[in-house]
């Protein structure tokens, strides 16, 4: 089975500073997605980023970019230029290929941002 | 429109009574799903259906009973919940349900307290 890891529960970045949250995962795959999905307070989810694990170039998404490592399961979000609209909790998610496979959410991580 | 609207978006039921969850999304997705989360955690799977079909059920208990009457359409009809069936019920879409790279796009949620 697999499993997504986000090992802290709770992070804090200065405004203007960048802040990396980290995520490992587990699989046997080796077609799969990776997504960072961003879900501020009382706010709807949505997807900040997403990395093909056939493609070695890492995702980035203006101030928004992933540290792919495959051999080491890791993929961690790195946001530059942190803003205040950043504070939200953050899910890290896997999603092997294939049809009708579902997306498995790490536990999440609380992200707020100091002004 | 890269909108799914949920309604209600609050809802207190009691243990005998009968209510249904509606959500609706017009960007032309053939794929709905019904999350439950509770607070802090990550959304949990309930169901999928693509192209109008129930594709997947994590073995819900039958108090909770989708409905998908088009492609636009997805509701969840609620009877004889729990005190622990308490929780943030999310919708969203994809385009398909079958590319593990799509995007799912989410609802703001129905907020449901069970007394």
């Known amino acids: 089975a697999q499993t997504v890891t986000q090992s802290q529960p709770e992070m804090s970045v200065q405004e203007a500073e960048t802040v990396t949250l980290s995520c490992t995962y587990d699989?046997?795959?080796?077609?799969?997605?990776l997504f960072w999905y961003k879900q501020p307070p009382s706010r709807q989810m949505i997807l900040v980023i997403r990395?093909?694990?056939?493609?070695?170039q890492n995702a980035t998404e203006n101030r928004f970019s992933v540290n792919f490592q495959k051999a080491a399961k890791s993929f961690s979000l790195k946001i530059s230029d942190s803003q205040l609209g950043d504070a939200a909790m953050y899910f890290c998610?896997?999603?092997?290929?294939?049809?009708?496979?579902?997306?498995?959410f790490g536990k999440g991580i609380t992200l707020s941002v100091r002004p | 429109d890269t909108e799914v609207t949920q309604t209600p978006k609050h809802l207190v039921m009691g243990m005998t009574n009968k209510k249904s969850l509606k959500c609706e999304q017009h960007?032309?997705?053939?794929?709905m799903y019904w999350y439950k989360q509770k607070a802090k955690k990550p959304p949990e799977l309930m169901f999928v259906?693509?192209?109008?079909?129930?594709?997947i059920n994590e073995s819900v208990p039958s108090r909770f009973s989708p409905e998908c009457p088009n492609s636009s359409l997805l509701n969840l009809h609620l009877h004889a919940l729990q005190p622990e069936d308490s929780a943030l019920y999310l919708c969203?879409?994809?385009?398909?349900?079958?590319?593990?790279?799509?995007?799912?796009?989410f609802g703001p949620g129905t907020r449901l307290l069970v007394l």
């Open positions: 969203a879409s994809s385009q398909t349900g079958h590319l593990p790279g799509e995007t799912q796009y």
């Open positions: 699989t046997s795959e080796s077609d799969y997605y």
């Open positions: 990395q093909e694990a056939y493609k070695q």
């Open positions: 998610a896997y999603r092997r290929g294939g049809a009708n496979s579902k997306l498995t």
């Open positions: 960007m032309g997705h053939r794929a």
């Open positions: 259906y693509s192209y109008e079909k129930l594709s």
